[in-house]
């Protein structure tokens, strides 16, 4: 089937087999690699992308659903080279290890704040509670999220 979908403000246009996940679409046909892989069962979140400015995990949906709509990948955070404050974040709290959930984790707490620009340790915990990290016990992912909050405009990383 032909899907058009824009990705990261660019119309792409492709040739997709009906059961292909969205997924993997952005992985494997455009080798955005970014959007990470994880559980394949919508459980762990590493996967999460906007589909039309809301969260959605890339392995619940098919490519052919996003014909027409608007996604956005974690590669879509940085603009004009500048990393999104909660890139920033995530770098100077140090809100990852493996990084295998980093990519979600980004993405739910950008719409997060984009949403509600000041939350409370609470609401960032609820904010990121459908994506799972096995690594970090989320308090560095929820000091990346309140220092992203204090720094909107991404003030610079210290060395």
């Known amino acids: 089937m032909q899907v058009t979908i824009t990705i990261n403000g660019e119309a792409v246009e492709r040739d997709v087999e009906p059961r292909t996940l969205l997924v993997h ?3 494997d046909d455009l080798q955005m690699r970014g959007t990470h892989w994880g559980c394949d069962t919508s459980n762990c979140g590493a996967c999460t ?3 039309d400015g809301d969260p ?3 392995c619940t949906i098919l490519a052919v659903q996003a014909d ?3 996604v956005r990948t974690v590669e879509g955070l940085e603009q004009g080279g500048e990393l999104d404050p909660i890139q920033k974040g995530f770098m100077e709290c140090h809100g990852l290890q493996c990084g295998y ?3 979600g984790m980004m993405m739910v707490s950008r719409h997060l704040l984009d949403h509600n620009p000041h ?3 609470e609401e960032i915990r609820e904010g990121i509670s459908g994506n799972l990290c096995r ?3 989320y308090k560095n992912i929820v000091a990346a999220v309140q220092w992203a909050a204090e720094n909107p405009k991404g003030s610079e990383v210290s060395a």
Do not use: A, Y
Request: charged share 25%.
């Open 25 to 27: 679409f952005l992985r």
């Open 49 to 51: 992308v906007w589909v």
């Open 56 to 58: 959605v995990k890339s």
């Open 68 to 70: 027409g709509k608007e």
């Open 101 to 103: 959930c980093t990519p």
């Open 119 to 121: 939350p409370t340790e």
């Open 135 to 137: 690594c970090t016990g």
